[in-house]
């Protein structure tokens, strides 16, 4: 298993415990083992989603969701919250469907992931790399490898086969040594980042939040509803996490520019808002403007908005001239911010891209060109949007793999 994250480790456990004493060796490049699962979620590592069945799954998945289709069947949200609760990890659901260990801690699904591999026999390398993969003309394969795991095993390692659960890349250049093995690559872009609104009339009020708003990209058929978050930067949360992924290429085509349409009262159309305004106007026409929030807003959101309509913060509702009350709504309907660029959150970055899901098989994710290749988890041209999807994906895919790959033989790496 080459990638030492939450695929590499669900196949590896799959494989070793479908036939225990099979060598099975889990190689990581890097120093640390399942950083993506301890950094999630702020820490708590939004395991999965609670979604009933894998039709409601796939719906989740702006890529790869409809051929995921049959292996959510296999291997769904009610075998992953299975998996980790006969390891001792309980899950809880949060009002929005997400969930997380009960602990609140990523470290719960990390030691349980580790655990679970330790008991299975699997043997795991750190700081180990496979500089070059070769296929054997009888079957397997021929790794040469470097950095501590070649003092351990030396230069080469054979293994009969291979799953390669090395993530997603922002770069395209980072999958040559997978199209050397005879795969094409979906070309990578980000999934799920942030908007960047240098000009945004909103810059005084990072922290500002609302429970429900609509995002919509001007010009195109792209736009989500759900919570906002206003940063030092411009906009995020998940309203806009999502509509990133769903609009990961053609955000891409644009170069993370264009006009973000907010709708911070997202129940009303214009032909229900200024009616109420009216009413509004005639009931309360004696309150200042600016001193009242409505539709729940938050107090500085609702005064900038104000504001931004020319309302001065003395101004009642009954002297507010009709031209700035129809500014008002319009912002309270459309406020348009410019996004000139985007931002990722670290090493949290989901990639759209990868091995094309054509490439292979659906219920064993081996490959259709290379017998006894496998793939699981962000590597291949899969991604969900933010709440668990992206989890449950490297769920599956791993632990499907790890499954077909459980053949007694020579080493599985």
């Not at 702006?62 to 296999?74: D, M, N, S, V």
């Not at 009888?138 to 086969?161: H, K, N, V």
């Not at 990133?244 to 009303?268: E, K, N, Q």
């Not at 200024?274 to 600016?290: D, I, N, S, T």
Request: charge should be positive; hydrophobic fraction near 40%.
């Amino acid at each position: 298993m080459l990638g030492g994250g939450a695929a590499g480790f669900f196949g590896a456990i799959a494989c070793a415990e479908a036939h225990p004493g099979q060598p099975v060796w889990l190689l990581e490049k890097s120093p640390k083992l399942l950083s993506k699962v301890r950094i999630s979620g702020g820490g708590r590592c939004n395991v999965t989603h609670a979604c009933e069945s894998a039709a409601q799954l796939v719906q989740h998945y702006p890529r790869g969701g409809r051929q995921l289709k049959e292996a959510f069947r296999q291997f769904g949200v009610a075998d992953t919250i299975a998996w980790f609760a006969q390891r001792g990890v309980a899950l809880k659901t949060e009002a929005d469907g997400r969930m997380f260990p009960t602990t609140d801690s990523s470290e719960t699904i990390a030691r349980a992931l580790e655990d679970a591999a330790r008991r299975a026999g699997v043997r795991v390398l750190t700081r180990t790399a496979a500089e070059q993969i070769t296929p054997l003309p009888g079957g397997g394969f021929r790794l040469a490898i470097s950095g501590e795991g070649s003092t351990a095993l030396g230069p080469e390692l054979d293994a009969s086969q291979l799953l390669i659960a090395t993530g997603g890349n922002p770069k395209s250049a980072a999958y040559d040594w997978l199209r050397t093995l005879g795969h094409t690559i979906a070309e990578p872009v980000p999934s799920l980042f942030t908007f960047n609104v240098p000009t945004s009339p909103l810059r005084e009020l990072p922290g500002v939040s609302v429970p429900h708003a609509r995002v919509v990209l001007a010009g195109e058929k792209l736009q989500y509803e759900g919570p906002l978050l206003v940063t030092h930067w411009g906009v995020s949360g998940p309203a806009v996490l999502k509509l990133s992924a769903w609009g990961a290429r053609r955000l891409h085509d644009l170069s993370y520019h264009g006009t973000a349409l907010i709708s911070w009262v997202p129940t009303h159309t214009d032909e229900t808002l200024r009616p109420w305004a009216q009413a509004f106007r005639l009931e309360h026409g004696k309150k200042q403007v600016a001193a009242h929030p409505q539709f729940g807003l938050p107090t500085r959101l609702w005064r900038t908005l104000v504001t931004e309509a020319g309302i001065g913060p003395e101004t009642r509702w009954s002297d507010v001239p009709a031209k700035a009350q129809n500014r008002l709504l319009e912002l309270l309907l459309r406020t348009p911010l410019q996004v000139q660029g985007k931002t990722t959150h670290k090493d949290e970055f989901v990639t759209c891209g990868g091995i094309p899901l054509g490439e292979v098989s659906l219920t064993t994710f081996e490959s259709r060109r290379v017998p006894g290749l496998f793939f699981a988890g962000e590597v291949l041209d899969i991604d969900g949007i933010t709440g668990g999807f992206n989890f449950q994906a490297a769920w599956t895919t791993g632990f499907l793999a790890g499954q077909a790959m459980a053949k007694v033989g020579q080493p599985v790496v």
